[in-house]
């Protein structure tokens, strides 16, 4: 346990600090990574306030030309697309649902009557086929749109910032444990490259290589590949000093516990308080006291791990700008949709003409602050 | 620095231990290069000086271990990260974060190095590594050498005192091998890092050791000496050393450059014999036909050719006098692995070697040819069909291609069902298969039929894959980088069954970085570079055209065309002319 302080000594002994950290950077500084996640759920948040299609597509429009502007050219950006098209397919399975399963919504504008399957009386109040309005088709889309706004604009978060490079910004003590998450989260890109190369083997063993069975016959090689690569991930991880511990007193090792224990317990108890009717009084202030709790765990916890960072990303006021373009954008919806319901949420029944609301289309023009104030990604070497 | 004191090593499970009576000790400031056939323990050796052997992989270590006065035994892999550095041999399994400067960053964040300490040691490694132009680039859009150097780089920012590094160059094609090891030499020389090492390629590698400690085999004792001691008795040894066997000189040269400045007698004696049979310019200036080819294998190279295939495999007659054609051929991916205008015709019988660099587009033209990858522009035929029409099924019969992880190709849980397996995909009479295997590596008669494909060594495995493959009896055979991870015996069992099938009228191609394979076995040799193919002709033109290809021989002998310790062999063994 002795060697986890040793490096710093010595580090400290031979290299005295500089007198001022080396300032000069080739490449420009990148947003922090959160402030992009902030901005990009921001406008998640502000995409639920609201069924009005115009304002849903104007939202996906304006995440989408940030994206276009500023995402970098790394693999993971690419990731965008795939998102989309989910968002795509997400929408078309809903629209499918409310075709084939109906509605309860009363529609007058019958649009094709398709043949309805009688069901047994168990399963009442389910109908399979039967007429189809425009309200339903109309609702349907307004709700599919909601959501496939959503799923883009986390799609703009991974496409902008990588989730591991938010692992960076991560306490010291929780550092561990979102590596593991991280490992975790390569592993199904690894799973299904090796999916691809093990099909295409079979092809060399004169097998078809589509097909369920084909998927099924390379499962075990290719879990067992996967398990192999996870392992000596691990040990190269362990070679290179992963989970190295420093020491710390007995006392201070039994309060980072205590604090966090007593902190989740706080959470725990705090949130039952706000969420029944009775407890309105006491949940907030335990709630507030829980995390404080549970936070100064975390940062004494911090202590165990000798951890530094490399060039933390350094959060300054372009990061502030995003975020709060963001945050006003989810505000100036969440306001209107009290303030101006019928505007936010155009009429199914009688099915009306969704009209642009002047003042929110505004708001959601401020998301487009981040195309402006970041600095554009390098071009690829 | 590196201190073994009597280790045995039992892994849990094993009757035997792994390796036994270890004993010795690295220097300070030295590169070692711990060299032996497969099989006998070398990554073993290598994962107990990091604490992975027995920490990791569990088992029991008896004797004990020390790193830099460490203990392994009370210390973990982990608490022993700065001062030892590990890289093993796939760079892709050892990265953690996801961009060349995160990923050297990793090992001193978790060390808890001060920021500008790690700011500084990041530059000067980006700058030592030839690495600053890639520093913002994703690991996964790099080359393989450049991957290596990354995972070499990764683990030399915490300033570990010694660096263990299992086969860095057995993935790479020889110009980004040579710009590994020089970064090692450099090492060596400038920081005074300890280097343990182990390589199969000594070819490659043989000249920057100070000492070399050798494995003979499982179980023997290892004896630890200069290079020129340890070659003398070595059973795996590089070709320059052979050839100095053969030619009798002692001490024996370990470089080019060393036996050059010797070969002037034996190139003399080599042009008498030549001109003696008025043949020497021609043997191996005409190899571009296999006539010439089968003609001009020298006699003695051939004692273990025996009638393996002969009687029953003959590839089935062929609708067109070419077993592939390509013409025009084009392949857009991602920018960077693409094929451009490429024809090659291939003629029953010959044997050719595809080399270039990593990513020039070796693998994705053998890929083609067996139908993975349909072409963008241009036409493929394989046997008179266009493969990536052609149902799997019949398309066996017309191509096969062992890829480049032969374990691709497996999927059963013992050799006997991946035989059965085998013989029903390819209709062929029951017991094909594992007839086959027995031919092709006469030692795999002792391994036991319900052993599991991922317990064989890699030599086996190839063999079964192979066997395989050759079941369906293809007259056109790929084989993707066959030798990666092979010793020198099974790299020579695997030329000799590659020779015989040729000789039995299998077109062969092989895609390879290892040049004395490629001089030993292939009449023609075509070169890649960003998926054009820039030349094709006999191996010994172009070979011996280009440096870096150029096996260690025909560099020796240069001017004269000579490629192979083998021929070299035949020439002074028998004088007279040949009946």
Same mark, same amino acid.
């Given at each position: 346990?002795?060697?986890?302080?040793?490096?710093?000594?010595?580090?400290?002994?031979?290299?005295?600090?500089?007198?001022?950290?080396?300032?000069?950077?080739?490449?420009?500084?990148?947003?922090? =990574?959160?402030?992009?996640?902030?901005?990009?759920?921001?406008?998640?948040?502000?995409?639920?306030?609201?069924?009005?299609?115009?304002?849903?597509?104007?939202?996906?429009?304006?995440?989408?030309?940030?994206?276009?502007?500023?995402?970098?050219?790394?693999?993971?950006?690419?990731?965008?697309?795939?998102?989309?098209?989910?968002?795509?397919?997400?929408?078309?399975? $809903?629209?499918?649902?409310?075709?084939?399963?109906? &509605?309860?919504?009363?529609?007058?504008?019958?649009?094709?009557?398709?043949?309805?399957?009688?069901?047994?009386?168990?399963?009442?109040?389910?109908?399979?086929?039967?007429?189809?309005?425009?309200?339903?088709?109309?609702?349907?889309?307004?709700?599919?749109?909601?959501?496939?706004?959503?799923?883009?604009?986390?799609?703009?978060?991974?496409?902008?910032?990588?989730?591991?490079?938010?692992?960076?910004?991560?306490?010291?003590?929780?550092?561990?444990?979102?590596?593991?998450?991280?490992?975790?989260?390569?592993?199904? =890109?690894?799973?299904?490259?090796?999916?691809?190369?093990?099909?295409?083997?079979?092809?060399?063993?004169?097998?078809?290589?589509?097909?369920?069975?084909?998927?099924?016959?390379?499962?075990?090689?290719?879990?067992?590949?996967?398990?192999?690569?996870?392992?000596?991930?691990?040990?190269?991880?362990?070679?290179? !000093?992963?989970?190295?511990?420093?020491?710390?007193?007995? $006392?201070?090792?039994?309060?980072? /516990?205590?604090?966090?224990?007593?902190?989740?317990?706080?959470?725990?108890?705090?949130?039952?308080?706000?969420?029944?009717?009775?407890?309105?009084?006491? !949940?907030?202030?335990?709630?507030?006291?829980?995390?404080?709790?549970?936070?100064?765990?975390?940062?004494?916890?911090?202590?165990?791990?000798?951890?530094?960072?490399?060039?933390?990303?350094?959060?300054?006021?372009?990061?502030?700008?995003?975020?709060?373009?963001?945050? +006003?954008?989810?505000?100036?919806?969440?306001?209107?949709?009290?303030?101006?319901?019928? +505007?936010?949420?155009?009429?199914?029944?009688?099915?009306?003409?969704?009209?642009?609301?002047?003042?929110?289309?505004?708001?959601?023009?401020?998301?487009?602050?981040?195309?402006?104030?970041?600095?554009?990604?390098?071009?690829?070497? | 620095?590196?201190?073994?004191?009597?280790?045995?090593?039992?892994?849990?499970?094993?009757?035997?231990?792994?390796?036994? !009576?270890?004993?010795?000790?690295?220097?300070?400031?030295?590169?070692?290069?711990?060299? !032996?056939?497969?099989?006998?323990?070398?990554?073993?050796?290598?994962?107990?000086? &990091?604490?992975?052997?027995?920490?990791?992989?569990?088992?029991?270590?008896?004797?004990?271990?020390?790193?830099?006065? $460490?203990?392994?035994?009370?210390?973990?892999?982990?608490?022993?990260?700065?001062?030892?550095?590990?890289?093993?041999?796939?760079?892709?399994?050892?990265?953690?974060?996801?961009?060349?400067?995160?990923?050297?960053?990793?090992?001193?964040?978790?060390?808890?190095?001060?920021?500008?300490?790690?700011?500084?040691?990041?530059?000067?490694?980006?700058?030592?590594?030839?690495?600053?132009?890639?520093?913002?680039?994703?690991?996964?859009?790099?080359?393989?050498?450049?991957?290596?150097?990354?995972?070499?780089?990764?683990?030399?920012?915490?300033?570990?005192?010694?660096?263990?590094?299992?086969?860095?160059?057995?993935?790479?094609?020889?110009?980004?091998?040579?710009?590994?090891?020089?970064?090692?030499? $450099?090492?060596?020389?400038?920081?005074?890092?300890?280097?343990?090492?182990?390589?199969?390629?000594?070819?490659?590698?043989?000249?920057?050791?100070?000492?070399?400690?050798?494995?003979?085999?499982?179980?023997?004792?290892?004896?630890?000496?200069?290079?020129?001691?340890?070659?003398?008795? &070595?059973?795996?040894?590089?070709?320059?050393?052979?050839?100095?066997?053969?030619?009798?000189?002692?001490?024996?040269?370990?470089?080019?450059?060393?036996?050059?400045?010797?070969?002037?007698?034996?190139?003399?004696?080599?042009?008498?014999?030549?001109?003696?049979?008025?043949?020497?310019?021609?043997?191996?200036?005409?190899?571009?036909?296999?006539?010439?080819?089968?003609?001009?294998?020298?006699?003695?190279?051939?004692?273990?050719?025996?009638?393996?295939?002969?009687?029953?495999?003959?590839?089935?007659?062929?609708?067109?006098?070419?077993?592939?054609?390509?013409?025009?051929?084009?392949?857009?991916?991602?920018?960077?692995?693409?094929?451009?205008?490429?024809?090659?015709?291939?003629?029953?019988?010959?044997?050719?070697?595809?080399?270039?660099?990593?990513?020039?587009?070796?693998?994705?033209?053998? /890929?083609?040819?067996?139908?993975?990858?349909?072409?963008?522009?241009?036409?493929?035929?394989?046997?008179?069909?266009?493969?990536?029409?052609?149902?799997?099924?019949?398309?066996?019969?017309?191509?096969?291609?062992?890829?480049?992880?032969?374990?691709?190709?497996?999927?059963?849980?013992?050799?006997?069902?991946?035989?059965?397996?085998?013989?029903?995909?390819?209709?062929?009479?029951?017991?094909?298969?594992?007839?086959?295997?027995?031919?092709?590596?006469?030692?795999?008669?002792?391994?036991?039929?319900?052993?599991?494909?991922?317990?064989?060594?890699?030599?086996?495995?190839?063999?079964?894959?192979?066997?395989?493959?050759?079941?369906?009896?293809?007259?056109?055979?790929?084989?993707?980088?066959?030798?990666?991870?092979?010793?020198?015996?099974?790299?020579?069992?695997?030329?000799?069954?590659?020779?015989?099938?040729?000789?039995?009228?299998?077109?062969?191609?092989?895609?390879?970085?290892?040049?004395?394979?490629?001089?030993?076995?292939?009449?023609?040799?075509?070169?890649?570079?960003?998926?054009?193919?820039?030349?094709?002709?006999?191996?010994?033109?172009?070979?011996?055209?280009?440096?870096?290809?150029?096996?260690?021989?025909?560099?020796?002998?240069?001017?004269?065309?000579?490629?192979?310790?083998?021929?070299?062999?035949?020439?002074?063994?028998?004088?007279?002319?040949?009946?």
């Amino acid at each position: 346990m002795h060697s986890g302080s040793r490096p710093q000594q010595q580090a400290r002994a031979s290299e005295t600090p500089p007198p001022a950290p080396p300032r000069h950077r080739t490449h420009p500084t990148p947003l922090h =990574p959160a402030a992009w996640w902030l901005w990009s759920l921001s406008l998640g948040i502000a995409a639920t306030r609201t069924t009005n299609p115009l304002l849903l597509t104007l939202l996906i429009a304006t995440s989408a030309y940030v994206v276009a502007a500023r995402r970098p050219h790394t693999p993971w950006a690419r990731s965008y697309s795939a998102f989309v098209k989910l968002a795509l397919a997400v929408l078309l399975i $809903r629209l499918a649902f409310a075709v084939t399963l109906g &509605s309860p919504l009363p529609g007058t504008h019958v649009i094709v009557t398709l043949p309805e399957v009688p069901l047994p009386d168990w399963a009442q109040g389910i109908r399979l086929g039967g007429k189809v309005t425009a309200e339903t088709l109309t609702f349907a889309f307004y709700d599919g749109l909601k959501l496939a706004t959503l799923l883009i604009c986390v799609g703009a978060a991974n496409a902008l910032a990588s989730p591991t490079r938010l692992l960076k910004s991560l306490p010291g003590a929780l550092y561990e444990m979102g590596v593991a998450v991280v490992v975790a989260l390569t592993f199904a =890109p690894n799973l299904i490259a090796d999916i691809q190369r093990l099909r295409a083997a079979r092809r060399l063993r004169g097998r078809p290589d589509s097909g369920l069975r084909g998927l099924l016959q390379v499962g075990l090689p290719v879990l067992e590949g996967a398990l192999e690569r996870s392992v000596a991930l691990a040990a190269a991880m362990d070679a290179r !000093g992963y989970g190295r511990t420093a020491d710390v007193p007995p $006392r201070v090792r039994r309060t980072t /516990n205590t604090l966090t224990l007593g902190g989740l317990l706080g959470v725990c108890a705090g949130t039952y308080g706000l969420l029944t009717a009775e407890g309105g009084t006491y !949940g907030i202030p335990v709630l507030l006291a829980g995390v404080t709790a549970a936070l100064a765990g975390l940062r004494l916890g911090g202590r165990r791990t000798p951890r530094t960072r490399y060039r933390p990303d350094p959060w300054g006021a372009r990061a502030w700008l995003v975020t709060a373009s963001g945050a +006003a954008v989810a505000a100036a919806l969440a306001w209107a949709s009290v303030h101006d319901p019928a +505007a936010l949420h155009p009429g199914v029944i009688p099915l009306t003409t969704p009209t642009l609301p002047l003042y929110p289309a505004a708001a959601i023009l401020l998301g487009l602050l981040p195309a402006f104030v970041t600095t554009p990604p390098e071009e690829p070497s | 620095m590196i201190r073994f004191e009597d280790v045995s090593v039992t892994y849990d499970g094993a009757t035997e231990p792994t390796v036994q !009576g270890i004993d010795f000790e690295v220097p300070e400031g030295e590169l070692v290069l711990l060299v !032996g056939p497969s099989g006998t323990g070398k990554s073993t050796i290598l994962n107990s000086v &990091s604490g992975l052997v027995p920490h990791f992989t569990g088992g029991t270590l008896r004797g004990r271990v020390t790193v830099a006065g $460490r203990d392994t035994r009370t210390h973990k892999p982990r608490e022993l990260a700065d001062v030892v550095g590990t890289v093993g041999q796939d760079p892709l399994s050892h990265f953690v974060t996801d961009t060349v400067e995160d990923e050297l960053a990793y090992g001193m964040e978790s060390l808890g190095l001060p920021p500008h300490v790690m700011r500084r040691r990041v530059e000067e490694t980006l700058d030592l590594l030839g690495l600053t132009d890639l520093r913002a680039r994703p690991i996964s859009t790099l080359s393989g050498g450049q991957q290596q150097r990354v995972a070499i780089g990764s683990v030399l920012t915490p300033h570990p005192r010694a660096l263990i590094l299992d086969e860095p160059t057995s993935a790479l094609d020889p110009a980004a091998a040579e710009e590994v090891l020089a970064v090692l030499q $450099r090492l060596v020389h400038d920081l005074g890092t300890t280097i343990l090492m182990a390589e199969h390629r000594l070819e490659r590698v043989i000249q920057y050791a100070d000492q070399i400690a050798l494995l003979p085999g499982p179980g023997e004792p290892l004896s630890l000496g200069t290079p020129a001691e340890i070659m003398a008795v &070595s059973p795996v040894y590089p070709p320059v050393v052979d050839l100095g066997r053969v030619a009798g000189w002692s001490p024996l040269p370990l470089t080019v450059r060393d036996a050059r400045r010797r070969a002037s007698d034996l190139r003399q004696r080599l042009a008498q014999a030549a001109g003696s049979r008025a043949a020497g310019a021609a043997r191996v200036g005409a190899g571009g036909t296999p006539q010439a080819r089968a003609s001009e294998t020298p006699p003695t190279a051939t004692p273990t050719r025996r009638t393996w295939f002969r009687s029953r495999i003959t590839p089935s007659p062929l609708p067109s006098p070419h077993a592939a054609e390509v013409q025009a051929l084009s392949i857009h991916r991602t920018p960077t692995r693409a094929l451009t205008d490429v024809t090659l015709t291939l003629t029953p019988g010959e044997t050719v070697a595809l080399m270039g660099r990593n990513g020039a587009g070796k693998s994705t033209l053998l /890929n083609t040819l067996v139908g993975l990858i349909p072409p963008t522009s241009g036409t493929v035929l394989t046997g008179g069909t266009i493969p990536h029409r052609t149902p799997p099924h019949d398309l066996i019969r017309r191509v096969g291609l062992v890829p480049q992880e032969p374990r691709d190709l497996l999927y059963a849980d013992t050799i006997a069902a991946e035989c059965e397996a085998a013989d029903a995909d390819a209709s062929a009479a029951p017991g094909t298969c594992r007839t086959l295997v027995t031919d092709l590596l006469p030692g795999m008669t002792g391994v036991p039929d319900d052993t599991h494909p991922r317990d064989l060594s890699e030599g086996q495995r190839l063999a079964l894959a192979l066997a395989v493959v050759l079941t369906a009896r293809p007259p056109l055979l790929l084989l993707d980088e066959p030798t990666r991870g092979l010793d020198y015996a099974a790299k020579a069992r695997l030329a000799a069954v590659l020779k015989t099938l040729a000789a039995e009228g299998h077109a062969i191609v092989l895609a390879t970085h290892d040049v004395e394979l490629a001089a030993e076995i292939a009449d023609r040799v075509v070169l890649l570079a960003d998926g054009e193919i820039i030349a094709d002709g006999p191996a010994a033109d172009v070979v011996v055209a280009s440096p870096s290809f150029a096996p260690q021989v025909s560099k020796i002998l240069a001017p004269q065309k000579w490629l192979t310790v083998a021929q070299v062999k035949a020439a002074l063994g028998a004088p007279g002319p040949r009946s």
